[in-house]
């Protein structure tokens, strides 16, 4: 599977999809991760809560920038079509926020990890999962 991925990532009908998919993903874990910084060290809050924060928004900004660019193809343009979207990209992004919160916890709290670094893995680890979900549901 990993390796098809990264076959993906150079080759085929789908390369050009997936890395704008996953230039988009880059930015938003840049975004989301001074999003948690802010939040925790400047904010005051637990990591948790600014974590789930820092997610939210950025799953908004990923929709945004996923359907004018990454998905042009199948981009919704007309109001409710593109609502309607929103709502199904939280559904496959929000499905991923208690996986991303699970390895986030479970890394700072039994692996020693620094939570920036943490939250960085978590967002990897549930990468390839929102995805497919997304280009399969969101955009289909």
């Not at 001074?34 to 908004?60: K, P, Q």
């Not at 559904?91 to 926020?97: H, M, N, Q």
């Amino acid at each position: 599977m990993v390796r098809e991925l990264l076959r993906q990532l150079v080759e085929g009908p789908l390369a050009v999809r997936l890395r704008r998919f996953v230039a988009v993903g880059t930015l938003a874990a840049g975004i989301q991760l001074v999003l948690l910084w802010l939040l925790v060290d400047r904010g005051g809050l637990n990591y948790i809560v600014a974590a789930f924060l820092a997610i939210e928004t950025t799953i908004i900004l990923q929709y945004v920038i996923n359907n004018a660019w990454t998905f042009h193809a199948d981009r919704k343009t007309n109001r409710w079509p593109y609502v309607y979207g929103l709502v199904k990209t939280n559904i496959v992004r929000g499905s991923a926020i208690p996986i991303q919160l699970l390895v986030l916890y479970v890394l700072v709290n039994f692996g020693a990890l620094q939570y920036l670094v943490a939250n960085a893995l978590a967002i990897g680890a549930t990468g390839i999962y929102r995805y497919v979900l997304d280009a399969r549901w969101t955009w289909s």
